[in-house]
């Protein structure tokens, strides 16, 4: 009788960081720190001075005018009436009302907005 003889397996232990898999989550995980980190770095330089002074100063609603990259489309449009009233938009700028100052500063970090200030004062009619 022949005895069958099993091969000891050795199976090459790798290190951690040589698996695919966990580069992999790495990857990702820099990817989202470095988008989102990037909004929080970039962001206030978007905000307008007079615009930054004033909810510096005050917890008061502001009324804003905010330029995109683009023309803003249903889901832009989605979040500005999450944080204020939408009062229309002219080709990139959306005119946007009552908004909180800590909702000022969560929309500078959105890549696609390229400007955020006040709402220009109307200008008296003049009676006729």
Do not use: C
């Not at 002074?53 to 009324?63: L, N, R």
């Not at 500005?80 to 970090?109: C, H, S």
């Amino acid at each position: 009788m022949s005895e069958t003889m099993e091969a000891p397996t050795i199976f090459r232990q790798r290190k951690w960081h040589h698996r695919r898999d966990i580069r992999f989550i790495l990857f990702v995980a820099t990817f989202i720190l470095l988008f989102y980190g990037w909004g929080f770095i970039e962001g206030p330089s978007r905000i307008d001075t007079t615009l930054s002074a004033q909810i510096e100063k005050s917890d008061a609603p502001v009324d804003l005018v905010i330029t995109s990259n683009f023309p803003a489309e249903e889901f832009h449009l989605g979040i500005f009436q999450e944080v204020g009233t939408i009062r229309g938009n002219k080709d990139r700028d959306t005119f946007l009302y009552r908004v909180k100052p800590k909702d000022v500063r969560m929309l500078a970090r959105k890549y696609w907005i390229k400007r955020i200030s006040l709402v220009p004062p109307k200008k008296p009619q003049e009676k006729r």
